[in-house]
């Protein structure tokens, strides 16, 4: 090949796979139709291409990313969110985002950006959201990054090392910020009056190593921060010097310590800060570590002339090094006086010392959860004239397992209106116990009771007392307003005519299958209720219930998302408002009754044939054979016992027993003949006798007459011999004509006889006496062929 050729396949192959790889790219986007695309961690090296007007967010962060073009984002005029967060991006050209006129949210953090320009934000009047942490540059830039950012409330900026230099002209232009995020762990150079530009910040969050620079820091900030943050902080060192500021200006109200280093002395100085700011009402620390043993600086406290002012105190994982060490705190008992809130959170505390507790006596609010209070040491802290004023004590996750010795103790806060004692492990309530009398909100919830008594007391308004083993809830609370009973094993709900006041009832995941709309009805004053993730029998009253009533949602705020059908097994797992059962589950009597007629009139029906059709007597025939079937159909000739078995009518039992036998059985030779009344077995049953009789005779004399016809043991005789004569070959009937018979008086089952009457010569009785010798020979001759 041709060196030219070879040139440009290489060429062509490159820029095939260049477009391949574009294509790749842009199909790893997910994209929903409100134009959300998101494309985090997909191994993306660049910005995909085909973006357009459509994209209103898209989510590049987590990608390998390194370079951001001026033509990446050209026709993403509508863009309103964009992440580039932790690519790897090192270079961005000067106007790549000039066509993102409406962009609110950017957020560049994490990236390898060095250097920061301010061309890259000089159209974006709309941003809200910028995030730039994390990058490895030194300072801001040369000139003011954000001074055409009208539009920003959120400001993150800084890194953990290379920056360390806050400018005067960094944050020029920025007059509000609702947070501003300052990475500044490696601080060495603060220029005064820097942050001082920035007229109103609700919440700064300041990461330092180590406090150069903090009280500069704070005299700026002092006149127009609401909320202090300093994290990462080591202030084991830390002393106040004098700040200069106007202290009527100063707008602080909260201070937060977060993973900040003390010391017994810094913790003094810090103090000290109150002097400076006379507005702050509440302070946070937070994930603290306190090295010391509560030997605090006396002199040092007694110079503070505003923690009155500190309405709130939150202490949360303090980690105390030397904590059996530790002193009882007397020295800060007498800046306690005015606090109303304490959260002492998850800090391993098991004592407030009584006379710290006596001192709290502005004390409304007392959060001691996830420490080691237990009920002897609680005794000690809720001593006699201990938080006069207290109205809500929190003891959550704590080491009490006592109810009763816990009211007792509690006794002493008179004022005492909510009580949260919730997972610690009681196991049992007693049938009673005492509790402070104006108690109003109780949380009894994940304390392993498994019943309730009348230690309760009767005064509630809000009672807590879910993820329990409860059973059954049968209290009379008169003035209950809320009840929280969730993840129990209650199998209904509560009886309303307890609880007359009931507004608000959780009683989500227990084991209720059912309610009704009397039910739901008998709780008058209810306006709230969470009964979902129970075991529903979606039976056909509760969806005509639950879904014929619209306003039900407005009571069932878990509607319809958490109540799912468990039974019927075809509609398990489904939505109780999507099921419908047909006519058959939800009218079942109806149907079993209307099954139950159909029956009846079937059984009617059937009869009227059967009757009609002679039915029985097929069924007789049918048992004849069955018996027939038992014996061999012609017994042996040694076996045959009579010449012929005589079948008449009782009614004609003066002709056959006082003319016939004594013509045939007198004759010389005689015949030997079977009757009923002589020769049947007594006690056998008489289907059995006449089977028999039948079968050891020869033949069989039917004495046909009006009497016949209408006897029943008659028509049995005739209907196995009917059966025989015609299920073998020879002929073994004989037919006598007694009188004369219409031949519809002979049953229409009886087709074969009548057919043989039609075709075949039977004897008839003459009324001649002439001829009646003849009629006796004629009989002899036929039994004896």
Known sequence: MPPSLWTVWVLAAAISLSKEGALDQAHSLSCDPTGVCDGRARSLNAIPPGLTAAVKSLDLSNNRITYVGNNDLQRCVGLKALRLGSNGVHTIEEDPFFPLRSLEHLDLSYNRLSNLSASWFRTLSALKFLNVLGNP???????????????????????????????????????????????????????????????????????????????????????????????????????????????????????????????????????????????????????????????????????????????????????????????????????????????????????????????????????????????????????????????????????????????????????????????????????????????????????????????????????????????????????????????????????????????????????????????????????????????????????????????????????????????????????????????????RAAVVSAACCALFLLLLVTGVLCHHFHGVWYMKMMWAWLQAKRTPKKAPRGDLCYDAFVSYSEQDSYWVENLMVQELEHFNPPFKLCLHKRDFIPGKWIIDNIIDCIEKSRKTIFVLSENFVKSEWCKYELDFSHFRLFDESDDTAILILLEPIERKAIPQRFCKLRKIMNTKTYLEWPADEMQREGFWLNLRAAIKS
């Open 137 to 587: 540059y030194k300072t801001l830039g040369e000139t003011s990054l954000f001074s055409h950012l009208p539009s920003l409330r959120i400001l993150k900026v800084g890194n953990s090392n290379p920056f360390s230099e806050i400018q005067e002209k960094d944050f020029s232009g920025l007059t509000f910020l609702e947070e501003l995020e300052i990475d500044a762990s490696n601080l060495q150079r603060y220029e005064p009056k820097s942050l001082k530009s920035i007229q109103n910040i609700t919440h700064l969050i300041l990461h330092m190593r180590q406090p150069v620079s903090l009280l500069e820091i704070l005299g700026d900030l002092l006149s127009s921060v609401r909320h202090l943050e300093l994290r990462d902080t080591d202030l084991n060192t830390f002393s106040v010097s004098e700040i200069v500021v106007d202290e009527t200006n100063t707008w602080i109200n909260k201070l937060t310590f977060r993973n900040v280093k003390i010391t017994d002395e810094s913790f003094s100085e810090l103090v000290k800060l109150l002097n400076y700011i006379s507005g702050v009402l509440e302070v946070e620390f937070d994930g603290c570590t306190l090295n010391g043993l509560g030997k605090f600086r006396t002199p040092v406290l007694g110079t503070v002339k505003y923690l009155g002012n500190v309405e709130t105190l939150t202490v949360r994982k303090l980690t105390i090094p030397n904590f059996f060490l530790f002193y009882d705190l007397s020295s800060i008992y007498s800046l306690t006086g005015k606090v109303k809130r304490i959260l002492l959170e998850n800090s391993r505390v098991f004592l407030v010392p009584c006379l710290l507790s006596q001192h709290l006596k502005s004390l409304e609010y007392l959060d001691l959860s996830e420490n080691l209070m237990s009920e002897e040491y609680l005794e000690n802290s809720a001593c006699e004239h201990a938080w006069p004023f207290l109205q809500t004590l929190i003891l959550r996750q704590n080491h009490l397992k006592s109810l009763e010795k816990t009211g007792e103790v509690l006794l002493t806060l008179k004022n005492l209106t909510h009580l949260d004692i919730s997972k610690n492990n009681f196991d049992s309530m007693p049938e009673n116990c005492q509790c402070p009398e104006k108690m109003k909100y109780l949380n009894l919830s994940s304390t392993r009771i498994h019943s309730l008594t009348y230690c309760i007391p009767l005064t509630l308004e809000i009672l807590d007392i879910s993820n329990n083993n409860l059973n059954s809830f049968s209290l009379i609370l008169p003035q209950l307003k809320e009840l929280y009973i969730s993840r129990n094993k209650l199998k209904t709900l509560p009886d309303a005519s307890s609880l007359p006041t009931l507004l608000v009832m959780r009683i989500s995941r227990n084991t209720i299958s059912t309610f009704s709309k009397e039910q739901l009805a008998s709780f008058q004053k209810l306006k709230t209720l969470e009964a979902g993730g129970n075991s529903s029998i979606c039976s056909c009253d509760f969806l005509s219930f639950t879904q014929g009533q619209r306003a039900l949602a407005q009571v069932l705020i878990d509607w319809p998302e958490n109540y799912l059908c468990d039974s019927p097994s075809h509609v398990r797992g489904w939505r109780v408002q999507d099921v419908r059962l047909s006519l058959a589950e939800c009218h």
